[in-house]
């Protein structure tokens, strides 16, 4: 699918990344999403409400992100993501907060930005919290 039915057909407000993986010789990025199927249009009530999914952007030719978040982008990153828009020139930003919960720290708030031709989502495996 392309960027912009993606970002139709999938809501990820609350859902979290997980993990990024990007093979550059490839142009492809893989995004595994703690997500919440029970804020989709789609969703079916009687299935578990969270689960695991991984997208896998195809042919990548934008792949940003603030420095605030390069030392762990290919970490175990765990972040919520507050919302995925298309941006004018057609890039999908993903907006995201590290809260701070000690009073030493502000909160990050960080921004992964993607082009890519062509989106797959697959399911890993869904729960219930």
């Known amino acids: 699918m392309t ?3 993606f970002r139709r057909q999938y809501y990820l407000h609350d859902s979290s990344i997980e993990k990024i993986d990007f093979d550059a010789e490839n142009k492809t990025l893989t995004m595994k999403i ?4 029970w804020m989709q249009e789609w969703y079916d009530k009687t299935t578990p409400k969270n689960g695991l ?3 896998i952007f195809e042919d990548v030719s934008i ?3 603030d420095d605030d978040v390069a030392d762990k982008i290919f970490d175990e990153l765990d972040s919520e993501i507050c919302n995925a828009e298309l941006d004018a020139d057609g890039n999908l930003e993903f907006f995201s907060v590290e809260y701070a919960y000690n009073s030493d720290s ?3 708030y960080w921004l992964i930005k993607i ?3 062509n989106v797959e989502v697959m399911e890993i495996e869904r ?3």
């Open 34 to 37: 703690d997500f919440c199927f």
């Open 106 to 108: 502000d909160d990050i």
């Open 127 to 129: 729960y219930n919290l």
């Open 53 to 55: 999914i991984a997208v």
């Open 63 to 65: 792949f940003e992100y």
């Open 3 to 5: 960027l912009q039915d």
């Open 115 to 117: 082009n890519a031709a």
